[in-house]
């Protein structure tokens, strides 16, 4: 059990918050180098975490914008399963925004780290801008920009519409055969390991992070209970809709595309929703997927092994959710005021960012620095998140391959429907 990362996570949490606690009160006044070296472990990996936003942004998105491509010959099936899957992602985010513009019970708290962050450094729109003319010229001008540039300053829009355009560039231009397709393909696969590497870390990071951040809330008791609170609040609220999502609102879209019960339908795709659950990585369970959708579901193996593996890369609902809950909880702890314009910043960017990541364990937190940054919230803002993330992680993969395994099947009915046509 010890060997399982979720229990690791949880373990180097508790640990840090217990060490934390005994430490303030054996020495009231602190070692200095014992913060030191907390505050090394916790600044060390949140840089490693943050070295790889722009090459993995860069590099997912070609490669994914590459593999469509090369389906988009295949017309038919490569544009019903895109529109299909940026439509289910749309209504997730979309969700998660109407629900969370309602229902945010943890303003009733304050917000615990607004106290002397000054969040306009990396804000990509300043809030309450109301004209859109000078929303589009910022964004213009961040879009256009050089893609080396772009990579260097982290500039996430410029990585991302430089990405796009050399991509769809790629795709017209190349032979199929051509070595550039191959690298980028390579560098992905390089990139998910370093990633991996770093995953692999998480506990320490993680117990660094607790520990610092137990010291710096305990200045008042009330204080860090009230922000438990709030942390456990969000992560009920994301569980409750991720639930929705993937339980009523995917089972009732394939139930009216397709006929199939929504009952009928998850009793045949629990196996691989309990292998998500266990391993939260999309990726890791495409083989149990790509079974289930042609044994349990009947969809034709040409279909599956099209629409399951892209699914597993660009069709994150789950994730897509989850981001956008996370954006609005965090502007509301680091005291960012959202404005409309802002708030269709988080949509797309949540949009984007599920797309880009990759269907392995923590991916999402790579992909959630791009939506944090895009709005001026620190990225240090993401240890929040580690601290809940790994359970929140288990039901969203769930959620992100029952939604690729129900794509199949509603791309599998509408194409047989076209045929008998
Ligand atoms: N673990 C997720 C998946 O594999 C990605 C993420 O949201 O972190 O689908």
Known sequence: M???????????????????????SITPEGIPSVVETITFLKKAFLALLKMLIAPMIFFSLIGGIISIGNVIRLRQLGGITIGYYLTTTGIAIALALIVVLFFHPWTAYEQVMSVGID??????????????IRI?????????????????????LGIVANAILIGVAMVLVLEESSPLFRLVHDINHVIVRILRWVIRILPVGIFAILFDFTLRLSSGEGHSEAFLTQLFQFGALVIGLTLIHGLIVLPTIAWLATGMSPVVLLGKITQPLLVAF???????TLPVSMRTAEEELGVSSSVSSFVLPLGATMNMDGTALFEAIAAVFLAYLYGVELSNVMLITVFLMAMVASIGAPGMPSASMSGMQMVLLAI????????ILLVIERPLDTIRTSVNVGGDLIGSLVVDRYLRRQEAA
């Open 376 to 383: 001026g919230i620190p990225l240090e803002a993401i240890a």
């Open 119 to 132: 969040t306009s450094a990396t804000r990509m729109l300043e809030p309450g801008s109301d004209s859109i």
């Open 2 to 24: 010890l060997k399982n990362l979720t229990v690791q996570v949880f373990l180097a949490a508790a640990l840090g918050i217990l060490l934390a606690t005994i430490y303030q």
């Open 278 to 284: 266990s391993t939260s990585s999309s990726a890791a």
């Open 136 to 156: 589009l010229a910022t964004m213009a001008t961040l879009a256009f920009t050089n893609p080396f540039s772009a990579l260097v300053d982290l500039n996430i």
